[in-house]
């Protein structure tokens, strides 16, 4: 039963991250009906994030797709690289209702940021601090706002100056941190500089540790404050198969139904979300599932943590 799904709402951005994969992918918007297709295929979706490999609040419709979920009683998440937060977007976004409301940045330092983002690091400060300020002053218990940040080898140590400023703008929706994506479809659009930014298996205890106490130091304010907290939630690959797998979906921006955000080949897909019939959508699904339960790592998530520790999981398990 799929509960949870991240809709790309766009490929296009205005930024130029080095290691975000849709500046390597065709610049399109999700078409609405592509959209409503597969909000109408999932009756019992909980939770959207919307986002992707583009800047979401560039998509023209971005807020009809937020009061159409909210008008079903699903909650709403989005990631933004922040540089829209005009006053006038502020109150649209504090009028639609969101869960939470998350922004990417890897470092603290303005020069850094530009080198890595391609954009001004005062005018994304500045726009998130109006925005929790505006949240507070309206007494508003939602969105929960916090930072989503990409672990570089380069800038494990930036995490420190990052954690001081979410304390400082007063933020609680907690800082959630990814390693570098390593799986095949993301790591062949990395040039040769980016790709050395990996932080590798010497370094992995390293982000470990730095992410459980950002849990302890950052913790979300409300139940359900953030998209993938509330999918992982109780994750244990000993006891469940990925939770992407289990009960999560993502549609790309150009209609294709995959297993999670990571799987971008065309061979990867589901299926289209109106080409293809739920049911072998469904069936795709349930042969990756049956896979990692067998103790394989299937090949659409090779290089993937997850898929990687459930299936390792299942291989060690007493009952095979």
Request: hydrophobic share 45%; net charge neutral; glycine share 8%.
């Amino acid at each position: 039963m799929i509960r949870f799904a991240q809709i790309e709402p766009t490929t296009r951005c205005n930024f130029t991250c080095g290691f975000c994969v849709g500046r390597h992918m065709p610049q399109r918007d999700l078409a609405w009906d592509d959209f409503q297709a597969f909000l109408h295929a999932h009756p019992d979706l909980r939770h959207v994030e919307l986002q992707g490999e583009g800047e979401p609040l560039l998509h023209p419709r971005f807020f009809d797709m937020v009061a159409a979920c909210r008008a079903r009683g699903i909650l709403v998440s989005l990631i933004s690289n922040g540089s829209l937060l005009s006053d006038e977007m502020i109150d649209r976004l504090l009028a639609a209702d969101l869960r939470s409301i998350h922004i990417s940045l890897e470092s603290a330092d303005p020069a850094r940021f530009q080198q890595i983002r391609g954009g001004k690091f005062a005018k994304v400060e500045a726009g998130l601090r109006a925005l929790a300020l505006r949240r507070d002053e309206l007494g508003l218990v939602h969105p929960n706002i916090g930072l989503a940040v990409t672990v570089l080898r380069d800038t494990i140590d930036d995490i420190h100056a990052i954690y001081r400023f979410y304390h400082q703008l007063g933020l609680d929706g907690g800082i959630a941190v990814q390693q570098l994506q390593g799986m095949p479809a993301y790591a062949r659009s990395y040039a040769p500089t980016m790709a050395a930014q990996q932080l590798g298996d010497e370094m992995t205890p390293r982000f470990n540790a730095m992410r459980q106490a950002l849990a302890q130091g950052a913790p979300v304010r409300t139940a359900e404050g953030f998209f993938y907290f509330a999918l992982f939630a109780g994750f244990d690959p000993a006891r469940q198969t990925c939770p992407w797998l289990e009960r999560g979906a993502y549609l790309a921006s150009d209609g294709r139904v995959t297993g999670c955000c990571f799987m971008k080949d065309e061979a990867s897909a589901f299926g289209h979300i109106r080409a293809d019939s739920p049911q072998s959508v469904a069936a795709r699904r349930h042969a990756l599932i049956a896979e990692m339960e067998a103790g394989k790592v299937p090949a659409d998530c090779a290089g993937c943590p997850t898929g990687h520790a459930v299936a390792r999981a299942r291989s060690l398990s007493p009952a095979r």
